[in-house]
Every structure is written in C-alpha cells, then in structure tokens.
C-alpha cells in the first residue's frame, strides 16, 4: 500500500488561492454565489475549497460530475470509494479522471467495497497512478490516513478511515471499540483538536445512517466514536442516493445511537442554525456517477435526516462543494448538467 505523494500542486494551490494572495483577491473569487456576501470570511487563515463524491463509474453520468467538479475548480477532491466497478479497469479510470482534471490534480482516494476486495480493481493500484497529493499525509493512503490542509498553520484535518469493508483476505478492518484503528481515528481526531485546528472532517465509504437499501455498514462503535468526538462533518457514499442528517449527538438523554430507529435525544436542539460543537452531520454523497437506489422516506432512520435525494425523488448525480475558513463551513450539492436537486447548509464556529 502506498504511503506518500508529492504535494507540489497543493503547496502552489494554498499559496496561490488561500494564504498568500490579498483579501480583496480572495472574496472577489468567493463573492460567486458560494458564500453570502453579506457574511465576509476571515482573512487571516484563507479557505479550503474541496468537493467529494462516491459510486462513481466509468460512463456519462461519471464524465459529468467530474465536468462539474472541473468547473467548481477546487484545491482537491476526495472520491468516497467504488471507482471504475470494472475489473482490471484501474488505468482507464485514472486515465479518464487525469483528461478532466489534470494529471497533477489532487484526486484523493478512499477505497470502496468495490476495490478493497479487489473484484473490480485493487486500491492500491488505482492509487498508484492517482496518487496522494497533499503534503504531510499521516498513515496508509487509499485505506487509513489523515492530513491538515493547508500543511502550514491548517484550517482542516481530513480524516479518511475503512470500516465496514471485506478486503483480499475476506476480512474487515477492526474498527470496534478498543481497536487499534478506532484508537487510531480517535487519536487523530483529539490530535487535531489539541492542535487547535478549527474543522474536523472524517471521510469513509459506508455510512451508519441511511435511507437507502443498506444498514449500518460502518459499524455503530466507530460511528458513536465520530458523534461523541463532535467531529463536524462525516462523508460517505455506498448507497447512491444524496443524504444528509441533522447534527447527531451525544449526552443527556442519547448516551449511544442505536441505529435502526430515531432517538429525538440524539438530534441537536437548534436546527436552524447550525453551530461548531452542537453536533456531527453525516452527508452521504453517493452520486459520482451510478445513481439509482431509492431513499424510503417512511425508513425507521428518516428523523435524522434533514435532507434527500433519491431515484424515486428529486433523482441527482452530482458532488458536495465545501469551502471551509476559520469561521465557518460552507457546503453545497451541486447537480450535474440535467438535474436540479441542490441542498445546501451552513456550519458557523461559535
């Protein structure tokens, strides 16, 4: 498995687009409808412009939202796993992402079931010709690995884990309480906290909380870790269907969520703001691509949920645009050509 990648293009993006450029530079690129101009960012630490996806494929729909993520020009993007869901098509994937992107754009990757077994390509060869290139990269990349962006003085610690996945040997990581990978997530989520690093985010395939087909993939130890850490915001795919929950959190009457039902002690009070702290959302954003799983609004989950969309409602393909600043974090779904699905929510630093 590979470890590092050259971080040249991201140390020039963050220099060019974040912390070295003027003010008045800055919020005339951001002043484009992806912030409220009434609100202006904090100069003083730039901003972190990502986007992320999974379930993506090799066809149009996959060629489309790679168009959209080309247009939205961000520092990076992470793919939540189930790439090219072809065998031994690993090259013609990174082929297809480079002709979009660029060969030297930051295409992170997180595996999916559909290359951590290897039935549908092996991550780590899709990984070594989409490789990591964000500096300072901590773990094993592609599997289990973190990284603060920007490298110097980080507005964010991207944390990307696997729970939840048969891998070659027929076997799970171990993320259950205790595990060496659940002490190893925790440990990068308290580290970024002690670092005084304003945003943490966790990335991973499969989701806990669905409204789709499948149940809780992930496991509910690793997820209940992420919830009572108040990670801020979790990313998943697997399910190809656009998903996102209210803040879920710990405390009081909701010591540990149970997936399978709603607890109402387990949502945040004060939906409509969002604030740091309140609470983690988990956005599931399998819609790279593939498409086609339904949501069930009548789902035993669907309380949590504040936000959807599925093949039998509003149906999307497309990618969650984040731009993060040390005050706030800002996202939105934005659809691919011939869809007109959007979600959009606001976390603001108290």
């Not at 494929?57 to 090219?84: E, H, Q, T, W, Y």
């Not at 969309?309 to 005050?327: I, R, W």
Request: glycine share 14%; net charge negative; hydrophobic share 40%.
């Amino acid at each position: 498995m590979l470890e590092k990648g050259p971080g040249s293009r991201m140390e020039w993006v963050m220099a060019s687009r974040g912390l070295r450029i003027s003010f008045a530079v800055l919020w005339a690129l951001l002043c484009t409808g992806l912030v409220s101009c009434q609100q202006q960012p904090s100069p003083d630490r730039g901003t972190v412009h990502f986007t992320a996806s999974g379930d993506i494929g090799m066809g149009d729909g996959a060629r489309s939202v790679l168009d959209v993520v080309s247009r939205l020009d961000p520092d990076f993007n992470i793919a939540l796993g189930d790439l090219s869901y072809k065998a031994g098509a690993e090259k013609d994937f990174c082929r297809m992402v480079n002709r979009k992107l660029g060969a030297e754009f930051p295409f992170e990757l997180i595996t999916g079931n559909h290359e951590s077994d290897g039935h549908d390509g092996l991550i780590d060869t899709f990984a070594g010709c989409l490789p990591n290139r964000l500096p300072g990269l901590h773990g094993t990349y592609g599997v289990q690995w973190y990284v603060d962006v920007p490298q110097e003085q980080p507005l964010a610690r991207i944390i990307l884990i696997s729970p939840g996945l048969k891998f070659q040997d027929g076997n799970e990581l171990d993320y259950s309480r205790g595990s060496d990978r659940w002490k190893w997530t925790k440990a990068a989520v308290v580290g970024a906290r002690d670092a005084g690093i304003p945003w943490t985010l966790v990335a991973m395939h499969a989701p806990c909380f669905s409204l789709g087909k499948y149940d809780c993939v992930a496991g509910p130890d690793i997820t209940n870790l992420l919830v009572g850490e108040r990670v801020d915001l979790v990313l998943t795919a697997h399910e190809h269907v656009y998903q996102r929950t209210h803040q879920l959190v710990l405390g009081g009457g909701c010591p540990w969520i149970e997936p399978g039902s709603t607890q109402e002690s387990c949502l945040a009070g004060a939906r409509d703001q969002l604030l740091q702290g309140d609470g983690t959302i988990f956005a599931g954003v399998g819609t790279g691509g593939l498409g086609g799983h339904q949501v069930n609004a009548g789902d035993p989950e669907a309380g949590y949920f504040a936000s959807w969309s599925g093949a039998n409602k509003d149906p999307a393909l497309g990618t969650l645009d984040v731009q993060v600043t040390g005050d706030r974090l800002d996202a939105r779904f934005v659809p691919a050509a011939g869809y007109s699905f959007t979600d959009r929510f606001i976390i603001a630093r108290q």
